[in-house]
C-alpha cells in the first residue's frame, strides 16, 4: 500500500517520524484522514486522540492542539504536547475532567475563561480515550 512520510513534533521532541498509510485527525469540524497523494493543506487541530496505521498496524496517541500539514507527500503535526496511550496519566486526566466540569457548571467566577476550560475538558477526554489504547 502506498505511504507517506509522518512527523509529528512537539515542543520538546520529534515524538514521532515514520512511514504511515493513513493518520485520521480531529479538527475543527470533526475527524478527518489523512492517506497518500493527498491535497496539500494546512488546517487547525484539535485536542484528542490520532490513529496512525502503519504497515506494521494502527497506533494512537494524544496530541494537543496545533496544526497539520500536508506538502507533497509529507504530514506534519506541529502540537504542544503528544503522549502514547501507555505514558498517559489516567488519575491526572480524571481530575482534570471534574475540575473542568465543576468550573463550567458552577461558573462562579466573573473571570472563568470558558474557552480555555472547554479546552481543558478537552484535552481530559482525549487523554481518557486514548488511555484505552494501552498495550
Known sequence: MAEFNLKIITLDEVFYQGRAEALIVRGVDGDFEILP???NLIAAVLPDDIRIRTAEGERHAFISR??????????TIIVNTAEWPEDIDIARAEEAETRARSQL????SANLDIAKVELALMRALGRKKTSKFRS
Open 37 to 39: 497523494r493527498h491535497t
Open 66 to 75: 496545533g496544526i497539520v500539514k500536508v506538502t507533497d507527500g509529507s504530514v
Open 105 to 108: 457548571v458552577s461558573r462562579a
